[in-house]
């Protein structure tokens, strides 16, 4: 039978928020793959991850394997490469000696995931591997649920960005039409804050961070002080609406 890798979606981190597909993935797999943030030296940095974190409310601890992803790592690309290699070195051996191995990744695996570098590297070093994914929901969509905002209505687009790519690219955004969405925009928060503004787009812009965690943080963007947030802060500025019922239908 041919090697399969699943990339399960686990959501934004509330463990409510996992699909029943998704956890029958990770159920039905030999072994679950969990990304854990590199620590200086390359190695296991120890910490528990939200990926990790929501899995274990699922499988059992001893079905999990820890795999270091150089996650956050933006300067230095060798290492970065380096660390994709290994992550995707063994996984590729889980493979061969399992056959079946889920990656729990946050969110989507198809939206801005680790899962995506990943399942390249193992289909060239497993040929023949099977990939798989099973959606997940966003941090956008709790986001939405959490603070009320609606993503979108009639014609209206939809615009995602990652806020690592500039805040050039969240300004561009913001001068359309639509809804905005900002990812990782928690190193940036005083750049977002200037071109909400700049924008007038403020008003019943939110923000969230810890979706579904004892720790979570859902404001409205008008508060931003220009203090840095959590790296993975999400935003939504909603589309300028005149308030009429089904006017952009």
């Known amino acids: 039978m041919s090697s399969r890798l699943i990339g399960v979606g686990v959501g934004p981190g509330d463990p ?21 943030m590199a620590a200086f030296d390359g190695k296991d940095g120890g910490e528990r991850g939200r990926a990790e974190a929501t899995v274990l409310h699922y499988v059992p601890e001893e079905k999990v394997v820890r795999v270091v992803f150089a996650l956050n790592e933006r300067a230095d690309r060798a290492r970065r490469e380096a660390a994709w290699d290994a992550a995707g070195e063994r996984v ?69 960005v990652p806020v ?15 809804t905005v969405v900002a990812y990782k925009f928690g190193r940036q928060a005083r750049e977002v804050a200037e071109a909400l503004r700049d924008s007038g787009r403020i ?37 300028r609406r005149d308030g009429g019922r089904g006017g952009k239908l």
């Open 92 to 160: 590729a051996g889980l493979l061969e000696q399992h056959g079946r191995v889920a990656f729990a990744t946050i969110g989507d695996p198809n939206v801005y995931s680790t899962f995506t570098y990943l399942a390249q590297t193992v289909a060239a070093l497993v040929p023949g591997t099977v990939v798989e994914t099973v959606p997940g929901i966003t941090a956008m969509q709790d986001l939405a649920a959490r603070s009320g905002a609606v993503l979108t209505e009639g014609t209206e687009p939809l615009t995602l």
């Open 16 to 36: 409510e928020l996992v699909t029943v597909k998704g956890v029958n993935a990770l159920r039905a797999a030999d072994v679950v793959v969990v990304p854990v």
């Open 164 to 178: 690592t790519a500039g805040a050039a690219v969240l300004k561009e955004a913001l001068s359309g039409p639509g």
């Open 203 to 239: 008003d019943g812009a939110v923000w969230g961070s810890a979706l579904g965690l004892p720790e979570e943080s859902v404001r409205p963007a008008a508060d931003l002080d220009g203090a840095p947030l959590p790296y993975l802060s999400t935003l939504i500025a909603p589309a």
